[in-house]
C-alpha cells in the first residue's frame, strides 16, 4: 500500500498565522479580506494582585445581618446581662405608640403592653426597627442582631412582662464591628450577632441546681448565690475573652462548682481566688483551666480545684470535670 506523507505545517510569520488556515480547504469563492492591522499595540493588561498578607482579609467571613461581616478570625462572646429594647429614631417610637394604640392593652402595665405588642406577629417589623441593647452590671455593653431573624423573637420574649431585679439574659455569638452613630441613636457599642439566648432569674437558676445530699436547702442557696454573684462581678466580666466566656460556661452550664463551694464552705472554708489559665491540655485546641482556690478560716491552708473548658469554638464545653489541682512548679 502506498503511503502519504505527513508534512508538518508551516510555523507561523511575524506577521501571525496564515489567515489561509483557518478557512476550510474546499471553500469556494473569494477569500474574506483579513482584518485591517492596528496602528498601534494597547498596553497590556495586568490583574491587580495582593501580597499573601492582605489578599482577600475577608474570605471564609460568615455574613450575618443587616449586612455586618464578621472576619474570618471572629471573636466569640459568651455574656450574662440583661437585655433592653430602644428606639432608635423618633420614627420608631411614633410607629410603636400607633401600634399599641390598636392593641388591646387594657389592665396592662407599660412593660406588659409593650411586651404584648411585640411578640404579636403582625408587629414584627417594629421588633426588627428596634435597637436591642445588653447591658451588663448596668453599662451597655453590646447591640445584639440575631443572625436568623426568626430569633427576634427570642429578643421579644426577653423583655419580661414582669420583670425583676434578679432577670438575666445569656447570650451566645460572635463579635462584630462597632455599632454606627446612626444605628442605635448615638450609642457606639460592638454589635453582637448572637446564635442563642438563654433568659432566666437567677433566683430559679439557684433552685435548679442539684444540691449535694448533706446540705440542705436552707444552706445550699446562699452558697450558690454568692458563687453566682463572684462570678458575674468579676472585673470587666463581659463575656468576650476566653476567660470570661469559659467562667460564664461554668456558672450557668456546670452545677459541680456550687457543691463544690457547698462542701468547702461547710470545712469552715472560704473562696478566697477564681483563676482562669491555659491548660496544658492545649494543643490544636483552646483549653483552659478554670481553678477555684478555697483557704481554711482557721489553718490558712488552701486548696484548689480546677476543671478544663474548651472555648476554641463559639460554644464552649467541658472537657475535664473537677478535680484537685496542684500548681505546676
Not at 155 to 177: F, H, K, M, N, Q
Amino acid at each position: 500500500m502506498e503511503q502519504t506523507e505527513l508534512k508538518e505545517p508551516a510555523p507561523p510569520t511575524a506577521a501571525g498565522p496564515d489567515p489561509t488556515a483557518m478557512t476550510p480547504a474546499a471553500s469556494s469563492g473569494p477569500s474574506p479580506a483579513p482584518p485591517p492591522e492596528p496602528t498601534s499595540s494597547p498596553p497590556a493588561r495586568t490583574l491587580p494582585t495582593l501580597p499573601p498578607s492582605q489578599a482577600c482579609p475577608t474570605c471564609g467571613a460568615d455574613a450575618a445581618a443587616n449586612g455586618h461581616v464578621v472576619a474570618a478570625t471572629p471573636t466569640f462572646v459568651y455574656a450574662i446581662g440583661r437585655i433592653e429594647a430602644r428606639f432608635p429614631r423618633p420614627d420608631v417610637e411614633k410607629e410603636f405608640a400607633q401600634a399599641v394604640g390598636r392593641a388591646e392593652t387594657a389592665d396592662l402595665t407599660d412593660r406588659q403592653a409593650t411586651q404584648k405588642v411585640l411578640t404579636q406577629r403582625q408587629n414584627r417589623y417594629l421588633a426588627r426597627q428596634l435597637c436591642w441593647v445588653m447591658t451588663i452590671e448596668g453599662l451597655e455593653t453590646y447591640v445584639l442582631i440575631p443572625r436568623d431573624p426568626t430569633d427576634l423573637d427570642l429578643l421579644a420574649e426577653a423583655l419580661r412582662p414582669e420583670p425583676s431585679p434578679t432577670d438575666l439574659d445569656c447570650i451566645v455569638g460572635l463579635r462584630g464591628p462597632i455599632a454606627p452613630a446612626e444605628m442605635c441613636n448615638g450609642l457606639m457599642v460592638p454589635i453582637v450577632l448572637f446564635d442563642q439566648i438563654y433568659s432566666f432569674d437567677r433566683d430559679s437558676l439557684i433552685k435548679a441546681i442539684p444540691r449535694p445530699d448533706k446540705t440542705t436547702q436552707k444552706d445550699f442557696y446562699p452558697v450558690a448565690a454568692e458563687l453566682f454573684d463572684r462570678i458575674m462581678q468579676m472585673t470587666d466580666n463581659a463575656g468576650g475573652t476566653d476567660a470570661h466566656r469559659a467562667l460564664n460556661y461554668c456558672a450557668v452550664r456546670y452545677h459541680a462548682i456550687y457543691a463544690s463551694a457547698a462542701d468547702a464552705f461547710a470545712r469552715d472554708a472560704s473562696l478566697t481566688a477564681v483563676d482562669v489559665q491555659p491548660s496544658p491540655l492545649s494543643g490544636t485546641r483552646n483549653i483552659v483551666d478554670v481553678i477555684f482556690s478555697y483557704t481554711n478560716r482557721n489553718t490558712d491552708v488552701t486548696e484548689k480545684l480546677a476543671l478544663s473548658v474548651d472555648v476554641t469554638g463559639e460554644f464552649p464545653y467541658l472537657v475535664r470535670r473537677l478535680s484537685p489541682y496542684y500548681d505546676r512548679s
